[in-house]
């Protein structure tokens, strides 16, 4: 039993490993999964919501490509959709970006991104009462810039746990982009930690990887708890009280009266 929790230790657990790869997990894989991470929920909000806009207009002419846009990108395996962009403009983005496969990788986790995001602006901007767009249409404003002031925002305050869901899962999914064949200097943490269990046998390195894509999305988790349970309640939980403490105040409004009463 011992000899096997040994060896279980040092296959997941070898701190030595983990010690000698973490230099390059921090400045190099972390680095660049959040540049990847971060980009591309940058390009997928805004392409979101012009699929979004795209979808709950009144023409079908825009309708329809929105749908078919949500469709492809959404039904696809995100590994498919990396390597169809990675591989098939290959040759068109090295003429821009040289022969580094980084911006197609942030290019096609943008376009899963903006799939789903927008289905989730598309919900919270129908999920606001109609009510809101005939005031504003009432008050002589046109029904863009209804849009544009009172009618998106709020859509997009409904929506913002969703939003930071996407987020971690854009995290998650910028672990496939190594398929492309990244240089050394672009490796992202899953990368940088299988590169490092090839060369050691030990899985310690994955291991670790792991735990900086832990850091990264359980912190995101509770933080979509919060903005959740705050956009909820529409305001911030009250600090207990003690009942002394308002007997007492009770007792200081009601004690003035009583003395005037007996004058």
Known sequence: MIEWLELLRRTFLDFEAMWLV???MLGTGLKNTLIISIAATLIGVVLGMLVAIMGISRSAWLRLPARVYTDIFRGLPAILTILLIGQGLARFS?????????????????????????EIFRAGILGVDKGQLEACRALGMSYARAMRLVVVPQGVRRV???????FIAIVKDS???????LLVSERELFRVGQDA??????????????????????????LVNYIDNRFRTGRRPAAPTSGLKEVHEMDLKVSPRVHGENT
Do not use: D, E, K, W
């Open 197 to 222: 269990a090839v060369l050691t046998g030990n899985l310690s390195p994955l291991v670790l990887a792991g735990a900086f894509y832990m850091a990264i999305t359980v912190p995101l988790t509770h």
């Open 175 to 181: 672990s496939l982009v190594y398929f492309l064949g």
């Open 22 to 24: 973490f230099p390059q």
């Open 160 to 166: 913002l746990p969703a939003l930071v869901n996407q």
């Open 94 to 118: 090295q003429s821009i970006f040289g022969p580094s496969p980084y911006p197609l990788g942030i290019l096609a986790l943008s376009l899963i991104a903006s799939a789903y995001m927008g």
